[in-house]
């Protein structure tokens, strides 16, 4: 059976042990070598060609952001999936700008690390619960933007100007009262 090659990059050895320790207990995944900092996991994909790179995002030399932008453009055979204490939408937006096809939070590696590899092998994405939670709130607002923004092309050049005035604070009346005179005076222009 052809074991699913990883490579593991994390600043921290008792860090890389123990996802070791999760991945190896499974027959199809092997763990073919590790890596202490960014341009290690660099030069290492590039000697062993893994399937899969565990990168931690915050690692000396080169962090996994900027490696995982290396490896897009060197050895894009080699998918990452970025580990985070990070639940922050500017690491994520960045990740995936690098182009790492999982995301998981260290908190939460233990129960999603194996499914990660899993479904970024069958050329899915992975994100961790609180990640996903986040990518579709991310989502929905930029949605509910464009549908604002939709909306308003769909108003009249006289909508659009009501909806101004009354955005800059005027009450109804004063906007009848404003309205009426512009259209006395637009009559008065066009006699």
């Not at 986040?134 to 909306?151: C, G, H, I, P, V």
Request: proline share 2%; aromatic share 4%; charged share 30%.
């Amino acid at each position: 059976m052809n074991k699913t090659r990883i490579l593991l990059a994390d600043d921290h050895g008792v860090v890389r042990k123990g996802l070791r320790y999760m991945i190896e207990r499974h027959d199809d995944l092997e763990v073919v070598g590790e890596a202490g900092d960014g341009r290690e996991a660099v030069r290492m994909v590039g000697e062993l060609r893994p399937a899969i790179v565990v990168m931690d995002i915050a690692m000396p030399l080169l962090n996994g952001i900027d490696a995982a932008m290396q490896l897009q453009k060197e050895a894009p055979q080699s998918s990452v999936i970025i580990l985070s204490m990070h639940a922050d939408e500017s690491y994520l937006l960045r990740a995936l700008t690098a182009g790492v096809k999982g995301y998981l939070l260290k908190d939460s590696a233990e129960e999603d690390l194996v499914r990660a590899i899993r479904a970024v092998l069958e050329g899915k994405s992975y994100f961790s619960p609180a990640v996903a939670q986040m990518l579709a709130d991310e989502y929905t607002r930029s949605m509910q933007r464009k549908a604002l923004e939709d909306s308003y092309e769909l108003l009249s050049a006289r909508e659009k100007e009501v909806l101004q005035l009354l955005a800059e604070g005027k009450s109804n009346k004063e906007v009848a009262a404003l309205l009426n005179r512009s259209e006395e005076h637009t009559s008065e222009l066009q006699s």
